[in-house]
């Protein structure tokens, strides 16, 4: 019996039927049936089938002697079902790669549910593709399995058969089938998610539905379209037979409006002459199944009410009323509104727009303020990074230059004191970006920044590259999304200093950034606390951050994929801290373009929103990553590290990478989370053979953190002194603060007792 029915309906769709086929029988998971049904196609449909099941044993063709439709021809398919789950995919839309395994991998972790509801994404002739808009409602945070009471926003995604799986024994036990006519999948997929005992969602594209230019059956011109009221009627007694259901009727009431008026409104699905028996109809369906309670739609000149939007309101009127005239009327009065309105505000924000570039120009020509020095990072998130510390290293070794600091308003409160706040797109911030003497960022400035001679833009990057970056993303378009790269180019013709924690670093930037830019080998500013911290100030860290005492702290810090739409954990947290038990707690980092949380709480600790990723550094015992760079930062401290890299091949292709992490890592390697868990369980994340990796690589990465990079880099850019500058300490001579639990090589803490017959990973991975 094979874990997937896929039941694929055809008519007429001979110009698509072959890749919809492929999709599925290309599948990664294997462990399906194609159950290809001809409805009778007059075209090529059905050789094409037996082609296929004459080349492929999973597929199952099936010949209708009659056309049924779309309905019937799927009901023929489940007769001949024998997997556990039925999926359905019509003819002219394709499987996602990898779509199957990820649905059963969900469905295992999800307890087996009796429905499984997954995302899309509609693809244009044009090459577009766009998702689902309401695909937040598929979200996998908290419990699974659930009952549609706990999740009633499902109702919002598009109600079809396609996007979901379906337990086939819980179909049958409710004997759950298509009707005839259009709109078939209204009466399948309300009542099946109102009668399933336990719902998953799965937060990933699984289908591509196509956009046909024409034959889409929706978007003909017919009388069938009235099919719509006897399918509602079909829902609605579905609920009158099963009282416990009766809940969902004001919630199906409005879906049924919304539907029936979307029909009304569509210019090409009515035949000429029906629209005004179409409203009659749907005037009496509305009188029919008013649920108790359900208030008339009030005027349109009543107040707004939250989630009752005027057009919402106005398509209830409509079908309420049956005011087909003028509800035309009012339409056409609305959206004239809506295109003065809009042209008043884009008049607006051009108008305001041109008057700052004018205020900019205006302030270009006036005299450069030698005392000025104006700050930002991350594309104005906030205070930190290595801009973080050189703006506080400017007012301890240049007090004479007045710093500002460039964050958007969320971000205003983690300026600490010292710097002017300056708000992207204010007069102050043009005049700033013109008259500051020093810019200092590690990304580029606004894009229509105009250096004028005399300015010192400090370029301090972010980071020590692993992944391909810059001019080398040319050979990854997927990676480089877009990127404007004669635009990146004109933004590095404006740096006058480049900072380069190691020479690797100092070689890849003048490569993947030409410019005519001096590179300073000082180190990277943000890691001088490293080389600066207490063990106080560890202690005190760690109290903030609510770390029990006596425990070994992991920070996880994992990097974007680009190759992924959804920025899922690779790593089950809650299971790893169950696994090495009381004695560790994780400290969850998410990467800052898609946030937490990572965990479930308890001993893993959601850390991303936290200020300062050096304050969590200095928290931690260890340090967990795959292929981020604060790896490069953290073997600063010292520390040990730990690298996952699972899916090493995906990224490395994805995004191309300088070397071969695994073959020079800065400490003990995981292929797998079990392999993950055993390195710490045994103890081999701070074994002789971690330490000897960190050391070889601390010698290549890690030669100028010695705790006064920001210092030589003011010396140098402000002060003007390029002789005398402070001398590397060697590493040898360094003494970073040790971790809260630095005596763990002869504590019980560094490992975990293990079951009998455990096998322990050895220390050469």
């Known amino acids: 019996m094979p874990r997937f029915s896929v039941i694929v309906p055809a008519y007429k769709v001979q110009a698509y039927l072959s890749e919809c086929l492929d999709s599925v029988l290309s599948q990664s998971y ?30 199952r063709p099936v010949h209708l002697t009659e056309n049924r439709g779309l309905g019937g021809a799927r009901n023929a398919g489940m007769e001949q079902a024998r997997g556990d789950y039925l999926l359905f995919l019509d003819s002219d839309d394709t499987l996602t790669p990898d779509a199957l395994r990820t649905i059963a991998d969900r469905v295992k972790e999800s307890g087996e549910p009796d429905v499984l509801v997954y995302d899309y994404a509609r693809t244009f002739w044009t090459g577009r593709a766009e998702r689902n808009k309401v695909a937040a409602q598929l979200t996998e945070d908290g419990p699974a399995p659930f009952r549609l009471e706990d999740r009633p926003g499902l109702l919002r995604v598009l109600m079809v058969a396609w996007n979901k799986a379906y337990r086939r024994e819980f179909v049958e036990e409710n004997g759950f089938a298509f009707p005839p006519g259009y709109y078939e999948d209204t009466p399948w997929t309300y009542p099946v998610l109102m009668a399933a005992g336990s719902i998953a969602t799965l937060d990933r594209v699984c289908v591509h539905y196509r956009q046909r230019r024409q034959g889409n059956i929706l978007s003909t011109t017919s009388r069938k379209h009235f099919d719509i009221f006897e399918q509602y009627d079909r829902v609605f007694a579905f609920i009158e037979e099963r009282t416990e259901l009766d809940r969902w009727r004001p919630v199906l009431f409005r879906r049924m409006i919304d539907h029936l008026s979307t029909v009304f409104t569509k210019r090409d699905r009515l035949p000429k002459g029906t629209r005004a028996e179409f409203l009659r109809k749907a005037r009496a369906h509305y009188r029919r199944y008013q649920a108790k309670g359900t208030q008339v739609p009030p005027p349109l000149s009543a107040p707004l009410e939250r989630g009752y939007p005027h057009r919402t309101r106005l398509r209830h009127a409509l079908v309420h009323y049956g005011l087909h005239r003028t509800y035309r009327a009012l339409q056409l009065a609305m959206s004239a509104r809506r295109r003065t309105l809009k042209a008043g505000v884009q008049f607006a924000r051009g108008l305001r727009s041109a008057l700052l570039q004018l205020h900019y120009r205006v302030q270009l020509r006036l005299p450069l303020r030698a005392d000025r020095a104006v700050f930002a990072a991350y594309w104005n998130r906030g205070h930190g990074c290595n801009p973080g510390a050189l703006e506080a290293a400017f007012r301890s070794h240049a007090p004479h230059i007045r710093t500002a600091w ?79 790269f004669e635009e990146l180019l004109r933004g590095v013709a404006a740096w006058d200093y480049v900072l380069s924690a190691n020479r690797h670093t100092t070689l890849t930037w003048e490569r993947v950034y030409p410019g005519g830019y001096t590179t300073l080998e000082y180190g990277y500013p943000r890691n001088d606390v490293f080389q600066q911290a207490t063990s106080a100030d560890v202690t005190r860290i760690r109290a903030s951050l609510g770390v029990p005492e006596g425990t070994v702290a992991l920070l996880y810090a994992p990097t974007h994929r680009d190759y992924r739409r959804t920025q899922r954990p690779a790593l089950d947290l809650d299971r790893i801290v169950r696994r090495l038990g009381p004695r560790f707690v994780i400290l969850a980092r998410a990467h800052y373009w898609h946030g937490g949380p990572l965990g479930s709480g308890g001993r893993v600790i959601d850390v991303s929103d936290h200020p300062s990723v050096e304050s969590l550094c200095l928290a931690s015992d260890a340090l967990i990553t795959d292929y981020s760079s604060i790896m490069f930062d953290y073997a600063n401290l010292d520390r040990p590290i730990v690298v996952h890299t699972e899916d090493w091949d995906a990224y490395h292709a994805a995004r191309g990478t300088y070397f071969d992490l695994r073959s020079s890592p800065p400490g003990a390697v995981a292929g797998t989370e079990d392999e993950l868990i055993d390195i710490f369980a045994t103890g081999h994340w701070h074994g002789s053979r971690s330490a000897e990796l960190r050391a070889a690589f601390r010698e290549r990465f890690c030669r100028y953190d010695d705790g006064r990079a920001a210092e030589r880099v003011v010396r140098h850019v402000v002060l003007g002194e390029t002789a005398g500058l402070p001398k590397v300490v060697p590493l040898d001579e360094r003494h970073p603060v040790p971790s809260a639990a630095s005596g763990l090589a002869h504590s019980p803490l560094a490992t975990v007792p293990q079951p009998s017959g455990h096998l322990p990973v050895t220390e050469s991975r």
């Not at 007059?42 to 099941?53: L, V």
């Not at 008259?435 to 400035?445: A, E, G, M, Q, T």
């Open 30 to 59: 294997p462990d399906l049936e194609l159950i290809a049904v001809d409805d009778c196609s007059p075209d090529a449909c059905g050789a094409i089938i037996d082609e296929y099941a004459a080349r492929d044993a999973r597929v």
């Open 406 to 484: 460039i964050a958007r308003p969320e971000h205003q409160h983690a300026i600490p004191p010292g710097p002017r706040r300056l708000r992207p797109g204010t007069l102050a911030y043009w005049t700033a970006l013109a008259r500051s003497k020093y810019l200092v960022n590690n990304v580029n400035f606004d894009r229509r920044l105009r250096k004028r001679p005399g300015q010192v833009f400090v370029q301090t990057q972010h980071g020590t590259p692993l992944k391909h970056m810059g001019l080398d993303l040319q050979e990854h378009p997927a990676a480089a999304a877009g990127m404007d």
